[in-house]
């Protein structure tokens, strides 16, 4: 994911997503190929210069890196065969598998997987400025000064290999959790020979063979909007493992619903996302009763953001400079922002996806996941609550728990925006407040959930102190200026539903750092 580099993102309700899956004995399917769906194609195949989504679905099945995740989510190793690390925790070594190979797109071999790739590609991920170059510029030791040019010889940083098969990583300070962090791209290898060949092109968007491959899928083709095309890597070291012999995705904008359920009835996919709020739903839950369950609310966070920065306005319904003012005068009050949070209707904005009785199951109160990690006996969304009482009387009683709304309360919404209120006249604060909120208009369910906002937002506040004004972009216009927006100014909005956030490791700074 991306981390925000110029400006603070204010979060008002983060939602997880609980997801309604349907899977039957009775598709069609061989169980050789395995068929779904994906969303938007990767700008690059380049694992080490971008962590987007959009690539991970490309090349995550093709490339291993050091340690990888079960389907527990529990830490394994990978090519790290095994590892030790020193009594002061600030030096990590890892044995290379032995015997690991890098192959092409055609499953043709290339060359062994040696240490010396892991330095490579950590150069390579620093020379193009890695999107997430962030996750390790703090921890490896020198890379910090590496980045920023103080020092211009990278054998200097702390990584280097000791010989073919062993690698070492020199930290900064202690990371009981640095292992964790070894799971995500910027820390994959590249073999640097191929690199090198490759030169501008490595990487290219829609190129299999601009990528080398060590992992158990060969990638073979990807054709923009779509499909993607993967195929079992025969000489994958650990190919016993691996359960399918091909996978497809193909192309879904999310703009027909029923889509996935009709191709999951007719045997092309293996599963399928249902909606309940779709109009064909009654039918399919009789059809699959018993096949059809709410899978656990993970450890991602998507949900309402607030742009305190704002620069751009191409897509507003502000009129005139004095509007602009008075919403970043407002965005930048903290009781303002509070009667924000206690004024949206999680529950329901859950809903617009999950259906009235899976509403709750979605709902996330706190940015961190409450069960994250555990720390003297308590979870983290418990220490936080211990805490909350210290920061307001409006904050006593509230419950951070998943899957329970603990923070929408019109009550306490209209006595914070009071206080706002009487704080912002004084500044010459215009009302009522205009706040733009983009939304993907292929989305029918994004579009619901928006105007679900509006509406409790509106309702308890009241139209004459703020409104939200809902501008509904095509599917790349509203990504360009959401998920996958170059730059701060790039991020033209008030609020927005296009924030979403997955942990880099097993510590809770790795989702509070990207809000500053």
Request: with cysteine; net charge negative.
């Amino acid at each position: 994911m991306k981390k925000s580099k110029v400006f603070l993102l204010a979060t008002v309700g983060l939602l997880s997503v609980g997801v309604l899956t349907a899977c039957s004995s009775s598709s069609k399917t061989s169980g050789k190929t395995y068929n779904y769906v994906y969303g938007s194609d990767p700008a690059t195949l380049d694992y080490l210069a971008t962590n987007k989504k959009n690539m991970t679905t490309a090349v995550s099945n093709g490339v291993d890196g050091l340690f990888e995740n079960d389907q527990y989510g529990n830490l394994k190793p990978s090519v790290a065969e095994d590892w030790s690390v020193s009594q002061d925790g600030l030096t990590y070594t890892y044995k290379i598998r032995k015997g690991i190979k890098w192959y092409t797109s055609d499953g043709e071999e290339y060359a062994n997987v040696t240490a010396k790739d892991f330095v490579t590609g950590l150069k390579h991920a620093a020379d193009t400025n890695s999107e997430a170059i962030y996750l390790l510029q703090n921890s490896v030791k020198g890379l910090n000064d590496y980045l920023s040019g103080t020092n211009k010889d990278f054998s200097n940083v702390g990584i280097k290999a000791v010989d073919d098969y062993t690698l070492q990583y020199t930290l900064s300070q202690p990371e009981p959790y640095w292992n964790s962090k070894l799971t995500y791209s910027v820390t994959w290898p590249v073999n640097g020979d191929f690199l090198k060949s490759k030169g501008k092109d490595f990487g290219k968007s829609t190129d299999p063979t601009s990528i080398l491959y060590n992992g158990p899928y060969l990638l073979k083709a990807l054709t923009t909007k779509s499909s993607i095309e993967f195929t079992k890597n025969e000489n994958y070291w650990d190919k016993d493992h691996v359960y399918f012999d091909n996978i497809k995705l193909t192309y879904d904008d999310g703009s027909d619903q029923e889509s996935l359920e009709r191709n999951f009835t007719d045997g092309v996919y293996n599963l399928a996302r249902l909606f309940p709020t779709s109009s064909n739903y009654s039918k399919v839950e009789k059809q699959y009763k018993d096949n059809i369950f709410y899978t656990q609310p993970g450890s991602a966070v998507e949900g309402v953001g607030i742009n305190i920065d704002r620069q751009t306005y191409g897509h507003t319904s502000k009129e005139n400079d004095q509007q602009k003012t008075s919403t970043k005068t407002a965005l930048l009050n903290k009781d303002f922002r509070q009667s924000l949070g206690f004024a949206i209707d999680r529950t329901n904005y859950a809903a617009q996806l999950n259906g009235k009785e899976g509403g709750s199951t979605a709902v996330r109160n706190i940015f961190v996941k409450p069960d994250f990690v555990q720390a003297d006996g308590k979870d983290f969304g418990t220490m936080v609550m211990d805490q909350l009482p210290s920061y307001g009387d409006e904050w006593s009683g509230v419950n951070l728990a998943d899957s329970q709304d603990g923070l929408y309360n019109p009550e306490k919404a209209k006595a914070e925006f009071a206080k706002a209120k009487e704080a912002l006249q004084a500044e010459g604060v215009q009302f009522p407040i205009h706040l733009d909120v983009p939304v993907n208009q292929s989305s029918k369910i994004t579009v619901n959930q928006v105007q679900s906002i509006k509406q409790s937002v509106e309702s308890a506040l009241g139209k004459d102190n703020v409104v939200l004004d809902i501008h509904q972009l095509s599917a790349d216009d509203f990504n360009n200026i959401t998920y996958s927006a170059s730059n701060a100014a790039a991020e033209d909005w008030d609020l927005s539903v296009g924030v979403a956030w997955d942990p880099d490791y097993l510590d809770p700074s790795t989702y509070l750092d990207v809000l500053k």
